[in-house]
């Protein structure tokens, strides 16, 4: 069965930083695109950021670009969102998403195969 568990959710003021983790348990992904997506209340699930199956390729929605960073540890079977300079507007719940293929050219909602729980991100101003 396989499984993913963000962690490093939280509150934070503006400004503040915040690393999301998603462990994945029950398969290896390390030919799978994994990435970021997050739901703020009353708003659609948007792409935050995503990366290749090899980490050499990354790719981020605008408004995050140049404060967030994603990585991942395929040995670990994880993948990380390094969130800097954190605004009010970052408030949503974060959830991480595997895809079905290794390029993130196809990285969409559309795309995903596998879905973790949620974590909230709360930035107060």
């Known amino acids: 069965q396989v499984q993913l568990v963000e962690s490093g959710g939280g509150w934070m003021q503006t400004g503040g930083s915040l690393r999301l983790s998603c462990a994945a348990s029950?398969?290896?992904?390390?030919?799978?695109?994994m990435g970021w997506f997050r739901q703020a209340p009353g708003k659609e699930r948007e792409f935050v950021a995503a990366i290749t199956s090899g980490g050499r390729s990354t790719s981020y929605a605008d408004s995050v670009k140049g404060r967030f960073t994603i990585s991942r540890d395929n040995a670990e079977n994880t993948v990380f969102l390094q969130m800097n300079s954190l605004k009010p507007e970052d408030t949503a719940v974060y959830y991480c998403a595997v895809s079905r293929y290794s390029l993130i050219s196809s990285y969409s909602t559309g795309s995903i195969g596998y879905w973790g729980q949620g974590t909230q991100v709360t930035v107060s101003s």
């Open positions: 029950g398969r290896t992904f390390s030919s799978n695109a």
